[in-house]
């Protein structure tokens, strides 16, 4: 029935106070699901859920199998807000499908359907079961037969006594879908009695059935037989989307029958797909479409074969691919709602309003889901709900429509003030406002109608569109709109200026690097409006405060210029200046390049080295936008001051090559090479270093200088030279008829008169002195074993006993906070590769380095490591910890220890413990904040807890005595004080207490 215009305008006064009040139909936030209520449960009774948001807050109601339920007259049922409580449920009254109807005055939405089951095992019947009689070698099938129940149920069998469970192998099956025992070939000793045992699975009720006896026959052994296929699956079998498909097969046969499985298409087994109980059982996890077709069970023996087949399809419960939205629509328009589903088989759809079948009528149509209502009036409003459904399950998609009648209103979607815009450009003023059905505007420019003209045209939502405006257009523009409800005036004051134009714009440059420049933007604007520039570096908007040592805007009101201070070759881009107004931006750009000297050439190589000569090569690096003009090499030896440049072939070297022969070398040293370029700029940084070569061996050309001697004692005569140096001595194992370190040198003495020479002494072998060790220790490695100590590891050096005795390695450290100089320093005998650094502070970085030593002195260091301590243990106690105390066994508890954040966290707990009569401490470790002693108490234990961490032990907990059990048990805590004797070196004051065991 259609409403009057004075009825729609009071609903209209209805629908604006209820927007004022946020007014919203009911929506679920909880729905109920499925349960099963196992019988005989302790818990009397079962709540299934229902609870809705909404404005006014909803009621609720329930319906049982389609009926009302009346909570005011059965007192079984109660409602707890939404839910529904079902008191004592009995399974003949309460099983079946429930619904929650929630309902404000906006209307009514009803939840899913929910079904309510009872599990239940019975037992079974009391009778004997008959003797099955087999000969040795057949096959048999023992029957369960489950009693009466509801829910899923486990199978398993007793062999003789419980719980001797039956074992399954490739010769005996459980059928969980049967319940039946298979025995593929029986033998002797599988004779005794069978006990099916039955087991619900939701209960976990268990019974178990009569025993079966399995005897063997006497007239002989049965013979080998081709496989008898009697576990298989169903001919088609429907399966779910995403569930777990299980398949049984299982034959009989002697020799026992091996099982195989196979897809019948000869489509290899996804990855997904698991095969248990000795193949007797083939799992689908995750059911999908492409798991569909037909399966293929093989049991073969030495005798044959079979063959079971079945095949699998798939289903899928309707799921949504699209749900309603509220809508608002204006009376008088048309809604059309699309609600889509996908499953399989398709689903069909019905819909509802206010929980009831929709009425269809001549406005109200429903085609393939879609809801169409036109010329809607205020009582179409409600909520209305979507069902998708097929055999398999059904959904709800839920939402409200609102159809709203008012008069045209501004306040929630005013006209701008102020629109400022340009000579010639477009503008669109806007008039929006609020109005069901949609208003009709009409524009005023002052006093005078505004109508459609070549440059105004009046939109179809309301708006006024204005081309190539003019500085006439500026003025007060008023908008009316109207409908049958009323109208209302909105109002926009429009302001038209002159464009901005650059006219004076940054300009394209090249600078080196150091230099400063200014890049301008200066600009013509309409006085009526603010200006403001931008600067732009590679796209990045120019922050002036944090780039201020480099950049600075200068300039008056209408300028922007740019100072780029002390330029580097960072700076080279693109810059863009921004201006902007109220109604327009301009933006011009320039392109800066900054030149300086070039970057460090890289990849130095020694291709071939010679006695004196090096060829090297290398690669360019950046040119610093200005090309190289040359390359210069550079050296350095151990016995150089720093790099030197060195004579090369050519003996300049253009900026085009990148090779060149180093000359004028000493044979076997040491270099390291590297090369420079300049540009015209200068020159620029060194490359990195060469990797290190030694020159080959030359023989010496270099005399010892400074020849002389004489004096000593008598019978001695001494000779003394000015060595070579290391640099000029052209090779290894180098003398001038000197002495090699640690050499062994026989020695005899004759003795002489005028009359002529005597005997000489027996021969004496002496050493020449020893060398100190040449070669660093290699491997070096640190790591942190806890807050205070670091162990440092190594690779011995290599060292034979002719070159002296190796007395032992030195061990340097320091912190990141101290100067390798003032380093502290510890030393290990020769045969050691490792040393652990202790007293050492908490959560810092240490540096090591390790070198041997002998007699004849140190060695060169190793390369440098660090590692850094970890943080101190927690400084809290275990606190408040609670023990309980048998006559075998003492139960402790004890609080979580927290670590600060300077501490190492928390890895677990040690329990100290002893006797009050015995020095020795053992330990427990645990990760947990209890543990659990097995200790006869037969006298007083002494007991403290420590948290442990990677910086070490924690703070030990107060010590706890657990006094000697006499006839009961006992319990206690470290809250109360006592005096004991002390696990470590404090004595702690503790309170025990005994309580009987009901505390």
Known sequence: MMLSWKQLILLSFIGCLAGELLLQGPVFIKEPSNSVFPVGSEDKKITLNCEARGNPS??????????????????????????????????????????????????????????????????????????????????????????????????????????SF?????????????????????????????????????????VLGSPTPLVLRSDGVMGE????????????????????????????????????????????????????????????????????????????NSRGKNVARGRLTYYAKPHWVQLIRDVEIAVEDSLYWECRASGKPKPSYRWLKNGDALVLEERIQIENGALTISNLNVTDSGMFQCIAENKHGLIYSSAELKVVASAPDFSRNPMKTLVQVQVGSLVILDCKPRASP??????????????????????????????????????????????????????????????????????????????????????????LLD?????????????????????????????????????????????????????????????????????????????????????????????????????????????????????????????????????????????????????????????????????????????????????????????????????????????????????PYEVKVGVYNNKGEGPFSPVTTVFSAEEEPTVAPSHISAHSLSSSEIEVSWKTIPWKLSNGHLLGYEVRYWNNGGEEESSSKMKVAGNQTSAVLRGLKSNLAYYTAVRAYNSAGAGPFSDTVNATTKKTPPSQPPGNVVWNATDTKVVLNWEQVKA???????????????????????????NKTSAELLLPVKEDYIIEVKATTDGGDGTSSEQIRIPRITSMDARGSTSAISNIHPVSGYIPVLLFFIVNALW
């Open 58 to 163: 909803p009621h609720y109601r329930w319906q049982l199998n389609g009926s009302d339920i009346d909570t005011s007259l059965d007192h079984r049922y109660k409602l707890n807000g939404g839910n529904l409580v079902v008191i004592n449920p009995n399974r003949n009254w309460d099983t079946g499908s429930y619904q929650c109807f929630a309902t404000n005055s906006l209307g009514t939405i009803v939840s899913r359907e929910a079904k309510l089951q009872f599990a239940y095992l019975e037992n079974f019947k009391t009778r004997m079961r008959s003797t099955v009689s087999v000969r040795e070698g057949q096959g048999v099938v023992l029957l369960c037969g489950p009693p009466p129940h509801s829910g899923e149920l486990s199978y398993a069998w007793v062999f003789n006594e419980y719980p």
């Open 166 to 206: 039956v074992e399954e192998d490739s010769r005996r099956f459980v059928s969980q879908e049967t319940g039946h025992l298979y025995i593929a070939k029986v033998e002797s000793s599988d004779v005794g009695n069978y006990t099916c045992v039955v087991t619900s699975t939701v209960t976990n009720a268990r």
């Open 225 to 300: 037989y081709e496989p008898k296929i009697e576990v298989q699956f169903p001919e088609t079998l429907p399966s779910a989307k995403g569930s777990t498909v299980k398949l049984e097969c299982f034959a009989l046969g002697n020799p026992v029958p091996q099982i195989n499985w196979r897809r019948s298409d000869g489509m290899p087994f996804p990855n997904k797909i698991k095969l248990r109980k000795f193949n007797g059982v083939l799992e689908i996890p995750n059911f999908q479409q492409e798991d569909t077709g037909s399966y293929e069970c093989i049991a073969e």
């Open 438 to 527: 949609r208003a009709l505007s009409f524009w005023k420019k002052g006093d005078m109608m505004m109508r459609e003209q070549s440059r105004i045209s009046l939109l179809n939502d309301g708006g006024l569109k204005i081309l190539n405006v003019t500085k006439a257009d500026a003025g007060t523009y008023t908008c009316t709109a109207e409908n049958q409800f009323g109208k209302a005036n909105g109002t926009t004051h429009l302001v038209v200026t002159e464009p901005t134009k650059i006219i004076l714009a940054p300009s394209n440059m090249d600078v080196a690097v150091g230099e400063s420049v200014i890049l301008p933007c200066q600009v013509q604007h309409d006085p």
């Open 531 to 743: 200006i403001m520039f931008a600067w732009y570096f590679n796209g990045a908007l120019t922050d002036f405060k944090k780039d201020g040592s480099h950049f600075e805007k200068v300039g008056g009101s209408s300028s922007g210029d740019l100072m780029i201070r002390n330029i580097q070759l960072k700076h080279s881009g693109k810059y863009v200046c921004m201006v902007q107004t109220g109604v327009d931006s301009v933006s011009s750009a320039a392109e800066l390049i900054v030149r300086g000297s070039p970057g460090p050439p890289e990849n130095v190589k020694v291709d071939e080295i010679t006695d004196t000569t090096a060829q090297l090569s290398w690669t360019e690096g950046t040119d610093s936008h200005s090309p190289v003009l040359s390359y210069a090499v550079q050296a350095r030896t151990p016995f150089s001051v720093g790099w030197q440049t060195v004579t090369t072939v050519p003996e300049v070297i253009d900026g085009k090559t990148h090779t060149a022969t180093v000359v004028e070398l000493n044979p076997w040293v040491e270099y390291e090479f590297r090369v420079v370029a300049s540009n015209k700029i200068g020159g620029g940084e060194p490359s990195l270093p060469s990797e290190k070569v030694r020159t080959e061996e030359a023989a010496p050309e270099v005399a010892p200088s400074e020849v002389s001697g004489g004096g000593g004692s008598r019978s001695e005569l001494v000779i003394t030279w000015d060595p070579v140096p290391e640099e000029l001595q052209n090779g290894g194992g180098f003398g001038n008829e000197s002495i090699v370190p640690f050499s």
């Open 900 to 926: 600060m954040e300077n501490e190492s966290q928390v890895t677990g707990y040690k329990v100290f413990y002893r006797t009050s009569s015995q020095n020795e401490v053992q330990v427990l470790n645990t």
